[in-house]
């Protein structure tokens, strides 16, 4: 292969939700959204690029098998085309990709958040792309909130105005440092693919719901709350923002039509124990994206009392702990699976 | 006792919900709401009250026992107040109450709508009150809901503007023979009390969610929907509206705090289920009050259709069915039980 780069990313957690486009392939979301970038060193995707004049097809493995991926295939070709002005050579070069996921795909955490993070910080590596802002616009293309998991710490993915989403991109709020004592305590409940994909959830609630105008006009009054306790580490409104962001999305999916379920009665259970600990003083904030799987925002000092919580709930399966991550990453050093992947598709 | 009167009620069964008061002790509604009042041949509640001079404390008999009840002793005192110009008489005399549900009141079923529907019919007819317009105020001011159950086939209640509440009452839209092929059939998933309360749950909702602007807007839209489909026997809009609108509403719960959820896995397997019983074709509306019990409402021609689906459903209890009924009325002849408690109650 002519240019080889890897990268790695980990997914990110909303806590004010991106749920609805305005433009369905440059993902233009209605509302800015803000999130925590988690961890990559408990859970990540690891993606190695390969460009060479020699392919003349793209190649996508995932998770060790050639898969034909219609997203994928889209995002390159968005991607070729940004880059053909400064990097022309990059775009007529044929593309291999290997990604994997150190956690399951289908538990319902943000996989293309993750995935489209690395691929793209893989490819900008690649066309030599260092700005953050195009960085964050070429993941954006792959996955709305791909856009904030190459931002490090907290990040907020402004929406932007402009047709051609050249104002859509995320920024950070602030470093991982800033407040590196959070944590996710993410709660499995089912490990089930989605009968609902996120996409479709949000397709329908932005076209059907007569609810989503208000979630959109409190939604943007969030944001600056949101903005505010994450600058002064005000864990109390953070937590109580997340938690009424969260209901206020899944409140659109159930008001679209066909209504659009994804939590069920653990998730439900789950809320609640949350409130109760909660009574005393605030400890913990939960959100729940595009599936049933609880993410619980606690701060370090409290993990055990949430964890304590989520162990008396039955039907939650598994739990994984992430802090605060850094951001997408390029790695040094060679990738034995991908050489073999190059053996085996590239012509000689 | 020197006046007895018995009377009739059965629940109704909104199809566009009231949720949300705009006053607490007058019972005054943010929106319209329409509905269609049971069959009182499967499901009422039967209510005697005797007036006395000799009698010094109101006595209230639910189900046999004596009870104190707040939400009665409160509507005893506004309905007095109510009468006391045109017939000072009755609203010097105590009160008696003998009440009874045949059907469990804890079960989710509004009982308190068929209750204090039948409380007012039987008091109206005590101070020969027989105008229908005040007959739904007198039981508005027991609990919202009775006003539409006042009245018979299906009533709109309107919920004015005037914050006495001389302009909210319910009116007929059309009569029990207009539609008499629908039927209600009510799916019992649990008997289980509920947490929140209608009346707890759509004060916090009207108080604290976003999105409940959005609500009021659709409902009012929603109304003139749903009259047309009434009057026209249009099957297929009515479904669609009553669905739209019980998810409008329970989505208004979820966004409220800290959040109300009153549908369980149950319930949502009963709504997805609908959805596939209707998608060759609409025969099937469902509309879930404050409580995860579902009310599917069809035509009586695909009644073993809705009942085969909910036969498939783990969880359904019990199947009730109730067609369209006449409304609260007075029922003639000596009640036994009645005269036991007057025998108990009433000073010689």
Known sequence: MEIIKTAVAAPNIALVKYWGKRDNLLKLAYNDSISITLDDSVIFTKTTVGLSEKLKKDVIIFNGKKVEDEKIAEWIELARGRVAKKAPEIAEMGMLIVTKNNFPSSAGIASSASGFAALSEAFCACAKITDAKEKSIIARLGSGSASRSVIGGFSQWVCGRRPDGEDSYAVQLAPKKHWDELVDVIAIISSAKKKI??????????KNSPL????????NERIGRVQK???KKDFESLANEMMRDSN?????????????????DVSREIIEETHKLNE????????????????IICEKKNLQKVKNMLL????VKKIICAGVGG???IVEGEN?????????????
């Open 248 to 264: 206020s999305m899944h409140a659109t999916a159930l008001d679209s039509w066909p209504p659009v379920f994804y939590l069920n």
């Open 212 to 219: 989503f105008a208000c979630r959109l006009k409190e939604v």
């Open 280 to 295: 005393r003083g605030i400890v913990a904030g939960y959100t729940f994206d595009a599936g049933p799987n609880a993410h």
């Open 312 to 315: 008396k709930v039955k039907g």
């Open 197 to 206: 994909s996120s996409k479709e959830g949000m397709e329908n609630t932005a």
């Open 336 to 348: 034995k699976e991908f050489a073999k992947f190059v053996k085996k598709y590239l012509p000689k």
């Open 229 to 231: 306790a994450i600058l």
């Open 327 to 329: 951001g997408s990453k």
